[in-house]
T-cell receptor
Framework: DTAVSQTPKYLVTQMGNDKSIKCEQN?????MYWYKQDSKKFLKIMFS???????INETVPNRFSPKSPDKAHLNLHINSLELGDSAVYFC??????????????FGPGTRLTVL | GQNIDQPTEMTATEGAIVQINCTYQ??????LFWYQQHAGEAPTFLSY??LDGLEEKGRFSSFLSRSKGYSYLLLKELQMKDSASYLC??????????WGAGTKLIIKP
């Protein structure tokens, strides 16, 4: 069974469209994250949720909106897609109550290509 | 500012030993992680150091010197499957992970 799963794995779309990426973890973790990995391979944190509560919101355009219906799911919705949004988006989770150093487990990634 | 530095690329020979260095400057320090990422795949956890010294785990070892802001990942008895990127990440005072760009390790027969 996949611990952290994301759908879709590949997403190709036109500029200006709205798209969503879904993430689910079956590890019973309290905290989930969204990262963006660009062509230079830097992993940049975008959002972090702990028990459905937003705890990290880095400088990300408000076109990006995370939604956490329950602590096992953290979806990412992107409005008005731009060329610069093309990247690989990773979901991750950790058994973390705030202020601990638990290992993060990553999903397989979603490669978003905006044309 | 916060910064993680590691070499962009390294090449080593199958069966040999390679050391991947990482230097960091972060606001506060709550430990350093090493992750392995194969091309097109997700990062996977390798090691965590928060105290000075060497942590050994099979063929992989990780070392930390907090006073020097320095860590290394040591890979022994290299195998072709070890070809991957190795990401160094520090947890800062806010318990956020700050990531390096990764070191692409190429293993040659």
């Amino acid at each position: 069974d996949t611990a952290v799963s994301q759908t879709p794995k590949y997403l190709v779309t036109q500029m200006g469209n709205d798209k969503s990426i879904k993430c689910e973890q079956n590890l019973g973790h309290d905290t989930m994250y969204w990262y963006k990995q660009d062509s230079k391979k830097f992993l940049k944190i975008m959002f972090s949720y702990n028990n459905k509560e937003l705890i990290i919101n880095e400088t990300v355009p408000n076109r990006f909106s995370p939604k956490s219906p329950d602590k096992a799911h953290l979806n990412l919705h992107i409005n008005s897609l731009e060329l610069g949004d093309s990247a690989v988006y990773f979901c991750a989770s950790s058994q973390e109550v705030r202020e601990t150093t638990d290992t993060q487990y990553f999903g397989p990634g979603t490669r978003l290509t905006v044309l | 500012g916060q910064n993680i530095d590691q070499p962009t690329e390294m090449t080593a020979t199958e069966g040999a030993i390679v050391q991947i260095n990482c230097t960091y400057q972060t606001s506060g320090f709550n430990g350093l992680f090493w992750y392995q990422q194969h091309a097109g795949e997700a990062p996977t956890f390798l090691s965590y150091n928060v105290l000075d010294g060497l942590e050994e785990k099979g063929r992989f070892s990780s070392f930390l010197s907090r006073s020097k802001g320095y860590s290394y990942l040591l890979l022994k008895e290299l195998q072709m499957k070890d070809s991957a990127s190795y990401l160094c990440a520090c947890m800062d005072s806010n318990y956020q992970l700050i990531w390096g760009a990764g070191t692409k390790l190429i293993i040659k027969p």
